[in-house]
């Protein structure tokens, strides 16, 4: 069986590995050149920083097992932090000072784990997938290549590991009712800015959770485990000032969220020691709850399977858990695996 996988994130990775593991042919694409989604760093000559998620936890028993095999593999650590909470913290947040939460970071940045779990699997990195179409059975995928031009492939079976509206776009002609039902999953924006420091910041923690104004994150990234290069602090802009800032340019929310820094932290940043500024916008960040929802989404009689953290809390773990969740429900799943009559 022939299964395309639609996005390299962890919940992509993760499905991908149970079912090659479990002889099926897989081909995974991913758009950028490199892997973990939101997982991901940016770097520099002079520094690095990470830029999406900024940390992550193991709940469960399953997903701790993994995080240990990163952990011997050098792909992650244990981040401990000074993590204070700014502004009042809402009723049902814990105190991140008394919190005995364990934190873990990819090492040497955040996409380590990604890399690690890719090995052996066939990636086609800055291959973005255009069209969906339900061909012979089974899948038609179009695709840009990394040169640029426009391919297809023949496949049995799609995985789609993307962000939510990312999906639903994707499959809004070839399967409309589940293109539809995926709709109502909304993702919140985030605006990401680094900065980088030739001298360091005076400040007394690593990180803060802000309950007040723009920013809802504040982190030196450089005090994660074998970081690199100068000292960088990474803020990310709260939900609801993302949205109401979407689309500023990149030099309007530095130069806004920087403001916001220096009038919560007291640190007065100036050319001194601020020496490069950089921001992401990310479009399709985090989703609020979907308690109804399955960890993961099989279309049996379509062929075709829908993961992703939206469908399961919206974090590393979650995200990692549902693409092992749909591995399992395409290989429990007795109808799935008759090869295609008309191919
Ligand atoms: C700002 C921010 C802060 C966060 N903080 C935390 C945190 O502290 N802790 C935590 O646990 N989680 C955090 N998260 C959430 C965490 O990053 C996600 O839950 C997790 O990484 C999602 O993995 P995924 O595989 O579901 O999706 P993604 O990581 O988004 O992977 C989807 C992949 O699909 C690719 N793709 C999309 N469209 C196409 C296409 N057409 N063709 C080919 N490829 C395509 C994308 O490039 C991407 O690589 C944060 C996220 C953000 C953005």
Redesign the pocket.
């Given at each position: 069986m022939k299964v395309a996988v639609?996005?390299?994130?962890?919940?992509?990775l993760g499905c991908a590995k149970i079912l090659q593991q479990a002889g099926l042919e897989i081909t995974v694409?991913?758009?950028?050149r490199g892997l973990?989604?939101?997982?991901s760093t940016r770097r520099t000559e002079s520094w690095q920083c990470d830029h999406?998620?900024?940390?992550?936890?193991a709940r469960s028993a399953q997903f701790r097992d993994e995080v240990d095999s990163w952990i011997r593999a050098g792909a992650a650590a244990e981040w401990q932090a000074t993590i204070i909470s700014i502004g009042e913290r809402p009723a049902d947040l814990p105190d991140a000072r008394k919190s005995e939460t364990r934190r873990f970071v990819g090492t040497p940045g955040m996409s380590a784990p990604a890399r690690f779990m890719a090995q052996g699997l066939n990636i086609k990195s800055q291959?973005?997938?255009?069209t969906l179409q339900r061909r012979g059975g089974g899948w038609l995928l179009g695709?840009q290549s990394a040169n640029g031009a426009t391919e297809t492939a023949q496949f049995d079976w799609v995985v789609c590991?993307?962000?939510a509206p990312?999906s639903s776009e994707?499959l809004s002609s070839s399967a409309p009712d589940v293109s539809a039902a995926i709709q109502r999953f909304g993702m919140q924006p985030?605006w990401?800015v680094m900065l980088a420091c030739d001298n360091p910041l005076e400040a007394s923690f690593d990180a803060a959770f802000v309950n007040e104004g723009a920013l809802s994150w504040i982190a030196r990234d450089t005090s994660k485990p074998s970081r690199k290069g100068a000292e960088c602090w990474l803020l990310?802009a709260s939900e609801q000032w993302s949205l109401d800032n979407l689309e500023l340019t990149a030099e309007q929310a530095t130069t806004n969220l920087l403001a916001e820094f220096a009038r919560l932290t007291g640190i007065e940043l100036n050319a001194f020691n601020v020496t490069q500024t950089s921001a992401h916008r990310?479009r399709y960040?985090?989703n609020g709850d979907a308690p109804d929802a399955p960890v993961s989404r099989l279309e049996s009689g379509l062929k075709l399977g829908i993961c992703?953290?939206?469908l399961n809390g919206?974090?590393?773990?979650?995200?990692w858990q549902?693409?092992r969740h749909l591995a399992q429900s395409i290989l429990n799943c007795a109808t799935c695996h008759h090869p295609n009559p008309d191919r």
């Open positions: 639609i996005g390299a994130g962890l919940s992509g694409f991913e758009k950028s973990g989604g939101r997982m999406g998620a900024q940390y992550f936890t291959c973005r997938v255009q695709y590991a993307m962000p990312q994707l985030c990401a990310h990310w960040a985090r992703g953290d939206w919206g974090r590393v773990e979650g995200a549902s693409g």
